[in-house]
């Protein structure tokens, strides 16, 4: 199966940015949507972007409208998640996962193919 791998997580304070990366391995990660969850300690895991193929069909959670951005490079089998004025409540473990569909959907658990997490922390 498809494996992702995201990076790019680490420790910033509050207003500050970051961007995460996730690769995926094999070709049919051009044919999938794309989505960026998080989970906090002791919180579901939630919803934060996810992107169709084409990158013609965008949604975020509420929580980061206006402040993260998601992309994807399907020739380099890559997406990106760009966060600004980070604020601690963001502070997560942040997982990249794929779906073999054309329709975006929000949750996790249509979602087939998962990437270990990268860790965004942010300090007041």
């Known amino acids: 199966q498809v494996q992702l791998v995201e990076s790019g997580g680490g420790l910033v304070q509050a207003g500050d940015s970051l961007r995460l990366s996730c690769t995926a391995s094999g070709r049919t990660f051009g044919g999938y949507i794309m989505g960026w969850f998080r989970q906090a300690p002791g919180k579901e895991r939630e919803f934060v972007a996810a992107i169709n193929w084409q990158g013609s069909n965008i949604q975020y959670a509420d929580s980061v409208k206006g402040r993260f951005s998601i992309s994807r490079d399907n020739a380099k089998n890559t997406i990106y998640l760009q966060m600004n004025s980070l604020k601690p409540e963001d502070t997560a473990v942040y997982y990249c996962?794929?779906?073999?569909?054309?329709?975006?959907?929000?949750?996790?658990?249509?979602?087939?193919?998962w990437g270990q997490g990268t860790q965004v922390t942010v300090s007041s």
């Open positions: 996962a794929g779906r073999g569909s054309v329709v975006i959907v929000t949750r996790s658990s249509d979602y087939s193919y």
